[in-house]
Nanobody
Framework: QEQLQESGGGLVQAGGSLRLSCAASGLSFSHYAVGWFRQAPGKEREIVAA????????YYTDSVKGRFTISRENAENTAYLQMNSLKPEDTAIYFC???????????????WGQGTQVTVSS
């Protein structure tokens, strides 16, 4: 069964850090681009960052540039999102997704995790 499982969310104070993990099983992880998305209450799901299948190319939405880093370890079937200098506006459910190509659109990803809650207190 193809599955993505996020972990690493939690409650952190503003200025703190969290590292999210996305563990894949049942799919050829190294063949897929990975995207991290987030959805805050009452808002649409939005792209945060993405990485190509080989890890060479990355994308970041403007609001997280310089603070977040996306990476992957294909040998471990895992992708990561290192989040530093967190702000209250980063509070959301964070989802990882896998798709054939690195894209910023929700429709471009075929496989989704259940999400992990990130809460940043002021």
């Amino acid at each position: 069964q193809e599955q993505l499982q996020e972990s690493g969310g939690g409650l952190v104070q503003a200025g703190g850090s969290l590292r999210l993990s996305c563990a894949a099983s049942g799919l050829s992880f190294s063949h897929y681009a990975v995207g991290w998305f987030r959805q805050a209450p009452g808002k649409e799901r939005e792209i945060v960052a993405a990485v190509s299948s080989n890890g060479v190319s990355t994308y970041y939405t403007d609001s997280v540039k310089g603070r977040f880093t996306i990476s992957r370890e294909n040998a471990e079937n895992t992708a990561y999102l290192q989040m530093n200098s967190l702000k209250p506006e980063d509070t959301a459910i964070y989802f990882c997704a896998a798709g054939a190509w690195m894209t910023t659109t929700i429709q471009g990803y075929d496989h989704w995790g259940q999400g992990t809650q990130v809460t940043v207190s002021s």
